[in-house]
């Protein structure tokens, strides 16, 4: 009987043994809050860049103005901040630990507004083999030629 309740215990103890390393993970996370001097700035755009890989995630900030990246392998990594009406901000050499937690706080300056136009046109093709040149009449070109000869 002793020996059936020393087996029974024993099992018990490696079932919580298992179930608790299975709950532990490596990766951590990089969170912070975006603000400028009136206060926080919801939908800001912020993306992380793993700086060995090149490897990125975005998110945006709430309407507090918080974000946050779970589940973030240790290395090393860069933190850009984009919004229309504020600079770009941008932190490098962020690195994260196993199993740690970075907070990042970003105070935003007022900046330009940038705009983009790209402009797409294509040039006439020109047939560069030949010298001769062509072209349409219309009906009512052609009825307004003199013609000589004709009445």
């Known amino acids: 009987m002793r020996a059936k309740t020393c087996v029974v215990t024993a099992l018990l103890l490696l079932i919580v043994s298992v179930t608790t390393a299975r ?12 603000t400028d001097a009136n206060g926080v700035i919801p ?4 993306t992380l860049t793993n700086q060995a890989t090149n490897v990125s995630r975005e998110t945006v900030t709430n309407e ?5 990246f779970p589940a973030v392998p240790p290395g090393t990594y860069a933190l ?5 009406g504020y600079k770009t901000a941008e932190r490098t050499g962020l690195v994260l630990a196993t199993q740690q937690f970075l907070t990042i706080d970003f105070v935003l300056e007022p900046g330009s507004l940038e705009e983009t136009i790209t402009v797409m046109g294509e040039s006439p093709v020109i ?25």
């Open 64 to 68: 507090v103005g918080q974000y946050n």
């Open 80 to 84: 850009k901040t984009q919004v229309s």
């Open 43 to 46: 939908g800001v755009t912020v």
């Open 127 to 151: 047939d560069t083999t030949t010298a001769s040149t062509g072209g349409t009449l219309d009906r009512l070109a052609l009825e307004q030629l003199p013609s000589p000869g004709r009445n």
């Open 23 to 34: 709950g532990q993970t490596f990766t951590g996370g990089i969170r912070g809050l975006v």
